[in-house]
């Protein structure tokens, strides 16, 4: 227990400030116990809604972050955390309100706390945009992970293997990619498809460009230890880490708005659940728990194709939230029980090859 908590301990004290805070914002705002109490309760709400639609994210996050040595590891928890809740919960939804109404930043945070209706409006109204984004980048990052010719581990391995030979042809994944938008596009009014075709273009090429930048800094590294110099630099993986992280919140953020409208509330709800994704990305890396359970990884995968395909989409249709985290925490606890099933297998295999 007390190993466990050394995981958590941060992510518990961060709740507690954040509910302190939530509680003066609360009874600063209505002035009535119920009033705070009510606040308080949707805190926590927002907090656990967070966590349960992330924990794909933490799974996905610990298995490039097992890679990476413990300075990386530890500036993600820190430096990474400061992006996830301070740039994604707060300046990204001001930074839509401020280029959708065309206002500056100040008047956005004065909308957000004064008008929190048209806030709300204002941000779901760029909805398209950020499903087009968000989906193509998610559903990149999941495609690849199944389009490695050199995995050798298949836990659907009817469409694993499958699509493992199909790396073979150069950018099979993207033209898959690009079909699927296009298809969506054809569903939508003329101005949303430009929106959302763009947008998923910009994403994909984001992807690329981190893939790439990932790539370019590996390579270095690599050619520093041909030379004997001692290389701890996990800089590619991190930037990729942050924009994964980013692309995992795009919904969470959009999905938010149907319990509040209120930006404070909302920011604090959704903090405590980045911090706590967090703590279960270092706990998993830590644990060794993706090398001990085998398909883990890949029920997280793919969690976030399936995510990626619902964020693309909701350019169309309304999706609720409490599906798509129904749907990933259903894969990940399919992958964790065959994983478990698969120890005992060999754990019987030995057993019985012993004897």
Same mark, same amino acid.
């Given at each position: 227990?007390?190993?466990?908590?050394?995981?958590?301990?941060?992510?518990?004290?961060?709740?507690?400030?954040?509910?302190?805070?939530?509680?003066?914002?609360?009874?600063?705002?209505?002035?009535?116990?119920?009033?705070?109490?009510?606040?308080?309760?949707?805190?926590?709400?927002?907090?656990?809604?967070?966590?349960?639609?992330s924990f794909d994210n933490a799974v996905v996050n610990a298995s490039v972050l097992k890679d990476m040595d413990e300075i990386w590891q530890r500036r993600f928890l820190t430096w990474g955390i400061a992006f996830a809740v301070f740039g994604m919960r707060v300046v990204f939804p001001l930074a839509i309100v401020a280029i959708a109404a065309g206002i500056g930043p100040i008047q956005a945070i004065d909308l957000s706390l004064n008008d929190p209706l048209e806030y709300e409006r204002l941000v779901s109204s760029a909805h398209v945009g950020i499903a087009g984004f968000g989906g193509a980048f998610l559903?990149?990052?999941?495609?690849?992970?199944?389009?490695?010719?050199?995995?050798?581990?298949?836990?659907?391995?009817a469409v694993e293997s499958y699509l493992a030979r199909f790396s073979a042809l150069p950018a099979a994944e993207i033209a898959l990619l690009l079909l699927a938008m296009w298809g969506i596009s054809t569903m939508l009014p003329p101005e949303d498809a430009l929106t959302f075709l763009v947008s998923g273009m910009l994403g994909l090429v984001t992807f690329i460009a981190v893939e790439g930048i990932s790539t370019i800094l590996e390579m270095r590294e690599e050619a520093a230890?041909?030379?004997?110099?001692?290389?701890?630099?996990?800089?590619?993986?991190?930037? +990729?880490?942050?924009?994964?992280?980013?692309? =995992?919140?795009?919904?969470? $953020?959009? *999905? &938010?708005?149907? /319990?509040?409208?209120?930006?404070?509330?909302?920011?604090?709800?959704?903090?405590?659940?980045?911090?706590?994704?967090?703590?279960?990305?270092?706990?998993?890396?830590?644990?060794?728990?993706?090398?001990? +359970?085998?398909?883990?990884?890949?029920?997280? =995968?793919?969690?976030?194709? $399936?995510? *990626? &395909?619902?964020? /693309?989409?909701?350019?169309?249709?309304?999706?609720?939230?409490?599906?798509?985290?129904?749907?990933?925490?259903?894969?990940?606890?399919?992958?964790?029980?065959?994983?478990?099933?698969?120890?005992?297998?060999?754990?019987?295999?030995?057993?019985?090859?012993?004897?």
């Open positions: 227990m007390a190993t466990l908590l050394r995981f958590y301990t941060f992510s518990f004290i961060f709740t507690f400030l954040c509910l302190g805070l939530g509680a003066w914002y609360g009874w600063s705002s209505t002035g009535s116990i119920a009033g705070m109490a009510q606040m308080l309760w949707i805190i926590f709400v927002l907090s656990i809604l967070e966590i349960s639609l559903a990149m990052v999941g495609l690849k992970f199944f389009f490695d010719g050199e995995k050798d581990i298949h836990w659907i391995s230890r041909v030379r004997g110099a001692v290389v701890r630099s996990g800089l590619g993986g991190f930037l +990729y880490l942050n924009i994964l992280d980013a692309s =995992f919140s795009f919904d969470g $953020v959009i *999905g &938010a708005f149907a /319990l509040s409208n209120n930006m404070v509330v909302i920011v604090l709800g959704l903090s405590i659940g980045a911090m706590f994704v967090r703590s279960m990305t270092i706990h998993l890396v830590k644990k060794g728990t993706l090398a001990q +359970y085998r398909f883990l990884e890949h029920g997280a =995968f793919w969690a976030i194709i $399936v995510l *990626g &395909a619902i964020m /693309l989409l909701s350019a169309k249709f309304h999706i609720p939230e409490t599906i798509t985290g129904l749907i990933g925490a259903a894969l990940i606890g399919l992958s964790l029980w065959w994983s478990i099933r698969h120890q005992k297998q060999q754990a019987s295999d030995t057993t019985q090859t012993g004897d």
